[in-house]
């Protein structure tokens, strides 16, 4: 699977962003995915993830309330509405996915075998 992130800019504190990531291949709907984001000289931080099916979510407690991950199975396409943006969320935002075997829908990285490159979300304050 090849993901492929966009949606990424300059955004002003309190504003939103959408992000999607366009994956490749027919088996997107057999894929857990999620978002992961990291700045420099920080590990990779753990966003949100949404099931095969998107029937179970999870969020990193930074970004409950704000932010929304959701899949559209039939455009092989995840999102991340990001609102109430903040400074701290500046980041490198990375679109994730893993086979959907298991239950596992956590933030350890190594558990998701496929990355896409990047976007730069930027919230100035």
């Known amino acids: 699977v090849q993901l492929q992130a966009s949606g990424g800019g300059l955004v ?4 939103s962003l959408r992000l999607s ?5 027919r088996t997107f709907s057999n894929n857990d995915m999620g978002w992961f984001r990291q700045t420099p000289g920080k590990e990779r931080e753990f966003v949100a993830v949404i099931n095969w099916n998107g029937a179970r979510l999870s969020y990193a407690e ?3 309330g704000r932010f929304t991950i959701s899949r559209d199975n039939g455009k092989n396409t995840v999102y991340l509405q990001m609102n109430s943006l903040k400074a701290e ?7 994730v ?3 959907a075997i298991g239950d596992y829908l956590g933030p ?3 558990r998701y075998a496929f990355w896409g490159q990047g976007t730069q979300v930027t919230v100035s304050s």
Do not use: E, F, H
Not at 21 to 25: E, L, N, P, V
Not at 89 to 95: H, K, N
């Open 12 to 15: 002003q504190a309190g504003g």
């Open 97 to 99: 996915g893993r086979r």
């Open 108 to 110: 350890d990285p190594s």
């Open 62 to 64: 930074s970004v409950k």
């Open 89 to 95: 969320d500046t980041a490198v935002y990375y679109c």
């Open 21 to 25: 990531c366009a994956a490749s291949g």
